[in-house]
């Protein structure tokens, strides 16, 4: 079961996911059990953006099977200042003026159709017209469009780390900076966070609106972004540190930047209800300005907006993990289970340590778990790596789950007080021994019960009871107990990445965010 916090994490990229897939326009349906999910676009002169459009079926009762279906696109109202080409996946004909694509589309999946758009060299910005587009499938067709309109080019960049700090309970204010690197002034902007539960958005500026957690907030100024400028935070970006966080703890959170015209496309049609304002002073950018009459802008580089902002834990709160054994019996050649534990006793939340964690060393992993002397893993949990002191290494590209070490490093997930996570072995029994003896244990920094650390993983126990409360023994699985790590394997360092790599995708395609 996912964790209530896993649970707002999901929500809160749900939502801000919505910033950029709630943009998708819907379609006339000739009778369709489907419409058409589409998006406009800005592009600037010279530059290329992506659009898409897909069949969404309207029929929740039932799957749709689409099998061979053709695109149209009727490029006539925007010929004059942008072309339009298919990217990959269908067999199209191409024309000045229309596109018509065929694909077989796989049994499950809605056809889906990828497309890019070129401002002409000779484009004027505030250009705009229409694509026509349909969909026909099993002698049905849905019709939509979706807006092309030539923009001002321009590039807002942002420091690409920042640090703050705070104790528990507290708040950090993160900075922020934004500079203009392009030659045209960049008529205001919008700056999106993406946090975590423990590490939230915590402030109350009026032009700011965030979640109801906090994990989703962004902030509008109207600020004229000169070009070679650079501009800071007046406050820093406020960011509560939980009471619960632990000391020590490094929180990511992500800050990007935003033209003002990007980001009206991208939440024009989102539920803004469910984001409330503050109350308070406004969160300013320096050399304030007033807003001239303009033409749309839109950032042609999105790669130098993100800012990766670190938010360490100050104080003396901590986490005590205390192990558990477990037992396992049977005759060589038999594969048994194992499932050795830990159990959060708090007072503090373990954050998230493993893949994506910043500066991670195979030695900063809090688990360790050594294999009993005569047994070999032939399986073994996702979360847990073959453990080699100093040694570089990528968590993102590690043996996660190889079998055949003797001892193991393992992540952990997002554990708050009295939770439990469980690592699941199956071990080949290759020479019996009885009391067969191996461990698990935990290595956090700052815990601050160092007896309960360890506790002994046997393989034929020579009485019950071993294993330092572990399972009985009885030549098979033992119950699993708790939450369990291989479910959700790298979870939250999935859910960071998909936050911030969601974004930018999102800003580079112009179109859907995936949590």
Known sequence: MLTHSTRRWLAGLGVAGAFVAASASPALADEARFDIATHDVLVAPGQSTSGYLYARPTDDESELTFGQTSVDVDLSAVADFAIVEPMWGWTCDVSP?????????????????????????????????????????????????????????????????????GAPGSTAELPGVVRNTGETAIDGAVLVLQAQELAAYGGDHSNCRSDEWGMVAFCAFDTKIEPGKSYKLSNGMPIKVSAKARTRATFSVALSWWTTDDWDLASKDSPMEDFKPGKGDKLRLVEQSMQAARVPQTDVDVSNDVTIGSVRVTGNTSADLAAKGATASGKKGDVVTVAPSFTNLGPAVLEYIGQGTPDLGMEDLPVRVTVPAGTTAVEVDPNCVPFKPGTAWDPWDAAWGEPGAKEYACLSLETWPDDVTTYDFQLRIDMVTANASGAITTVLAGDPNKGNNTATIVINPASAGGGNGGGEGDGGSLPITGQSTGLLAGLGALLLAAGVGGYLVAKRRRTRFVA
Do not use: N, R
Not at 124 to 153: F, M, R
């Open 97 to 165: 003026t229309k596109l018509h694509c065929e694909s077989e589309t796989e049994d499950g999946l809605p056809p889906w159709f990828d497309y890019t758009v070129t401002g002409k060299q000779d484009a004027k910005p505030g250009q705009q017209g229409s694509l026509a587009v349909s969909i026909t499938s099993g002698g049905k067709t849905a019709k939509a469009t979706a807006g092309v309109t030539i923009a001002e080019g321009v590039d807002l960049a942002g420091d690409l780390t920042a640090e703050a700090s």
